[in-house]
């Protein structure tokens, strides 16, 4: 498949629906923010694209890239991945880590440890693990994944330069969620949490909008996120505008409370890059307060490693974009496995069989581009 694939098939690409960038080749790598940040200020870069793990203590995969490509728009998919040899895909289901009980135990245990810990929010995720019948590109499932998104959001990032054991490994996913966005002097921010699942029935499927605009237990979720947002990024502002209210969106597969956030900093020199590892991670994909979340996370989940970490790109002025990493998977670099997860976010008053169909159905996303139902 390799030959055959089209020389523009990038290493990175963010597609959102208000500009996309896609990048080839690596010039210099990094593996933690901080010497990829100096690169940037020092001019010595142009542009830094790439990954931030879950884990603040674990490596990064940045690249300054060979090569950059922007468009205006979102991404469209080139032709080799939606026809012929190149959008042949077969995967299926090979394991659940854990099993879906196994997950309903550790989601009641996490609740009653918030009802009788310091601990306000928790977010815990599973994971599924896929194999291949032939060796995938991980390019087409970012294709896919781009096709079946309603906003046309879609990345994938080489992970190569976290180490041994990302060595070819590609993560890629189409995420809803905007970490941080700066733009010369404004910063932005569109965090979600609160969840529905949509329904096929039209009726039955505002039902469920309409039911998560008015949860208690979902606005209090939210709030977290926001209030967290507004500590970190408010002594950074001379002014933030944070809506008294969320909003109802939907993707294909879920209903969100999200809220737009809009600030202009004091001090435009800060990067888009800074301000992801500034305010990641958020009680959106952790919890709040966020060291005990990151405890609790560590002792009861696998390694997530770049899931619910960050994806995004930023350049020499400062200028950049972080999407949540979310709604994703990790493709092996043999191209012959891939790990995807999903998690909710509980408080004192979750039900854990709620949390645990919220995660079936937050993981329709990537299964729907593996063509797994």
């Known amino acids: 498949m390799s030959a055959q694939r089209p020389v523009t098939a990038p290493d990175f690409l963010l597609s959102r629906a208000h500009g996309s960038i896609r990048t080839q080749g690596a010039v210099e790598v990094f593996d933690n923010p901080e010497d990829a940040i100096r690169a940037l200020k020092s001019k010595k870069a142009e542009l830094v694209v790439g990954a931030l793990p879950f884990r603040r203590d674990h490596k990064a995969a940045l690249t300054v890239p060979r090569s950059v490509i922007r468009e205006e728009g979102p991404l469209e998919p080139h032709a080799y991945y939606r026809q012929g040899e190149g959008s042949r895909l077969t995967a299926r289901l090979k394991a659940l880590d854990p099993s879906l009980e196994q997950h309903r135990h550790r989601v009641q245990a996490a609740i009653e440890t918030i009802r009788n810990q310091p601990l306000d929010k928790v977010v815990l995720a599973r994971a599924v693990d896929v194999e291949f019948d032939e060796p995938v590109d991980p390019r087409l499932i970012a294709a896919r994944l781009i096709d079946l998104s309603y906003a ?15 060595v070819g490994a590609m993560l890629v996913g189409s995420s809803p969620e905007v970490l941080i966005k700066k733009q010369g002097s404004t910063v932005s921010a569109f965090p979600l949490a609160g969840s529905a699942p949509r329904s096929a029935d039209k009726v039955q499927d505002r039902i469920n909008g309409e039911s998560l605009r008015a949860s208690a237990k979902d606005h ?38 999200a809220t737009p956030i809009v600030g202009t900093l004091k001090d435009p020199g800060l990067s888009a890059l800074e301000l992801a590892t500034i305010v990641h991670p958020t009680p959106a994909i952790c919890g709040t307060p966020t060291h005990a979340a990151e405890e609790l996370i560590s002792f009861a989940e696998s390694d997530r490693r770049f899931y619910a970490g960050a994806v995004g790109w930023c350049d020499a002025t400062g200028d950049g974009e972080y999407m949540v990493a979310i709604r994703c998977a990790e493709v092996a670099g043999d191209g012959r496995t891939a790990r995807a997860w999903a998690g909710g976010g509980l408080i004192a008053d979750s039900v854990a069989e709620e949390e645990v169909a919220e995660t079936t159905a937050k993981l329709r996303t990537i299964m729907r581009a593996l063509g797994i139902s």
């Open 220 to 257: 209090e979720e939210h709030a977290y996120v926001v209030d967290h947002l507004r500590r970190l990024l408010a002594p950074l502002c001379k002014r933030l505008e944070i809506s008294a209210q969320p909003e109802l969106i939907s993707t294909n597969e879920m209903w969100h409370l």
């Open 152 to 166: 046309r959001d879609g990345f994938i990032a080489d992970l190569t330069p976290a180490g041994e054991d990302f």
